[in-house]
């Protein structure tokens, strides 16, 4: 797969050539990354969604920003940001969505382990994600994918070619817009757990297919069709 960066906002971004957009770290010293975060986590369907950001204001997303946006192994903030080939040009580069990269729980670990999802030895990440309520439709799929080889590529887990690293993503079973992008960013459906313990309901547990998601980096054409 072949790699390139740009630079906005001064600010790297990556992007593999066929995707429909770049990804890059956040700035927090960026007012409109700011902006559109704080817009990202005050949006009624993410505050419905995903979990510890229903209470956040700009001071914490600025706080965020800066403890999360930058590359320092596996707990990462990044933006999904616009490219030429899918945005007008005054949203290029700029946030359409972020996914966030963190250490599984070590309680969860336990109960995926002993429920045959994990092995103790796995390499293992978890990622959550939310769309920019005002960004063209259809990108954050692009953007998560390509996170996962970024990430695994960071950590030094393997080229793009053979990936190690397992990530797994939790999706509450009416979440349809969340299941049609795990689906489309190359994750497969494995199961069912507990996130918490004293939660009611079960979630969907996602894993990524390696095979799956370089085949459909092969398809290029600016995104997932």
């Known amino acids: 797969m072949d790699n390139f960066t740009e630079e906005n906002n001064d600010t790297e971004r990556f992007r593999i050539r066929g995707q429909k957009t770049s990804i890059r770290f956040f700035n927090h010293d960026n007012e409109e990354d700011i902006r559109r975060l704080l817009k ?39 933006a999904i940001v616009g490219s030429r080939e899918y945005v007008t040009s005054d949203e290029v580069g700029e946030v359409q969505g972020f996914v966030n990269t963190y250490e599984m729980p070590e309680e969860l670990r336990i109960r995926m382990e002993k429920e045959g999802f994990l092995a103790p030895d796995n390499l293992v990440l978890e990622v959550s994600y939310a769309r920019n309520p005002e960004a063209k439709g259809r990108q954050v799929a692009s953007g998560l994918l390509q996170v996962c080889f970024q990430v695994n590529n960071m950590i ?40 918490e313990v004293d939660n009611e309901d079960k979630d969907l547990v996602f894993k990524i297919d390696w095979e799956k998601a370089q085949s459909i980096l092969r398809k290029g054409e600016y995104g997932i069709s």
Do not use: H
């Open 156 to 195: 030094g887990n393997g080229d793009e070619s053979r990936p190690t690293r397992q990530i797994f993503s939790f999706v509450d079973r009416e979440n349809l817009a969340s299941i049609k992008v795990m689906e489309e960013a190359g994750f497969v459906l494995v199961g069912e757990i507990l996130y």
């Open 40 to 78: 990202i986590v005050q949006d009624e369907k993410v505050r419905k969604w995903v979990e510890g950001v229903e209470n956040m204001d700009i001071d914490d997303v600025r706080e965020w920003a800066g403890q999360k946006g930058k590359n320092e192994g596996d707990d990462c903030l990044f």
